[in-house]
């Protein structure tokens, strides 16, 4: 119950494409959902985040999508640039817990090909 | 500049030789968080610290210690390694601003080789 299941695990797109990255959750008490970006030799860096309140947040050409009934939330990076590839992790937490403890999902290695 | 400072960033050691991970923040957060990272499981917590003095298991936390007796330093201490602690590691932070719910500044990681 507290697992993210993340896929695709990687994920290949051509330059100006969109890249979709899916997660989904069963602990319905989870209130928080971060993604993160990882590049090579470097540690995560928080890259938008949602609040089950709304359905959609956009940040530039990142954007989440979330879908609170079917328990899922996907990150959507319109324009894809080369300089996107990363691995992105999503996660959940619930903020009214005593630690806000992350949950991260299993990480998408994203290519994005010039 | 705000940062989260690991060291070592590689780490070769043999089996049963104790080793201490640092780990420093210059961002005055309370909140303190250790993190091992492995293929296909994405990173799993070690030990959290809320504040000074205060400490609390993750979710991996068996072969691991911590300690927390200043805000900025968060060590991570394996006392006798294995080599399925064998991992890339990372510490992390937030403050207590509503900006950032979970942790927003991760270390550099710390890449560990237990043979």
């Given at each position: 119950?507290?697992?993210?299941?993340?896929?695709?695990?990687?994920?290949?797109?051509?330059?100006?494409?969109?890249?979709?990255?899916?997660?989904?959750?069963?602990?319905?008490?989870?209130?928080?959902?971060?993604?993160?970006?990882?590049?090579?030799?470097k540690g995560p860096a928080l890259l938008i985040a949602i609040r089950p309140d709304v359905s959609e947040k956009k940040e530039g050409r990142f954007t989440i999508s979330f879908n609170k009934s079917?328990?899922?939330?996907?990150?959507?990076?319109?324009?894809?640039?080369?300089?996107?590839?990363?691995?992105?992790?999503?996660?959940?937490?619930?903020?009214?817990?005593?630690?806000?403890?992350?949950?991260?999902?299993?990480?998408?290695l994203l290519a994005v090909q010039p | 500049e705000a940062q989260v400072t690991q060291n070592p960033r590689y780490l070769i050691t043999v089996t049963g030789k104790k080793l201490t991970v640092t780990c420093s923040q210059n961002m005055n957060h309370e909140y303190m968080s250790w993190y091992r990272q492995d293929p296909g499981l994405g990173l799993r917590q070690i030990y959290y610290s809320m504040n000074v003095e205060v400490t609390d298991k993750g979710d991996?936390?068996?072969?691991?210690?911590?300690?927390?007796?200043?805000?900025?330093?968060?060590?991570?201490i394996l006392e006798s390694p294995s080599p399925n602690q064998t991992s890339l590691y990372f510490c992390a932070s937030r403050g207590q601003d509503s900006l950032h719910y979970t942790e927003a500044f991760f270390g550099q990681g710390t890449r560990l080789t237990v043979v």
């Open positions: 119950q507290q697992q993210v299941k993340q896929s695709p695990q990687s994920l290949i797109v051509q330059k100006g494409g969109i890249s979709i990255i899916n997660c989904a959750y069963e602990n319905t008490a989870f209130d928080y959902f971060p993604w993160y970006q990882q590049f090579p030799g079917a328990k899922q939330f996907s990150l959507h990076i319109m324009d894809s640039q080369p300089g996107d590839s990363a691995t992105y992790f999503c996660a959940a937490s619930i903020i009214g817990g005593a630690t806000n403890k992350l949950i991260f999902g299993t990480g998408t | 991996v936390p068996e072969g691991y210690k911590v300690s927390r007796k200043e805000k900025r330093n968060f060590p991570l």
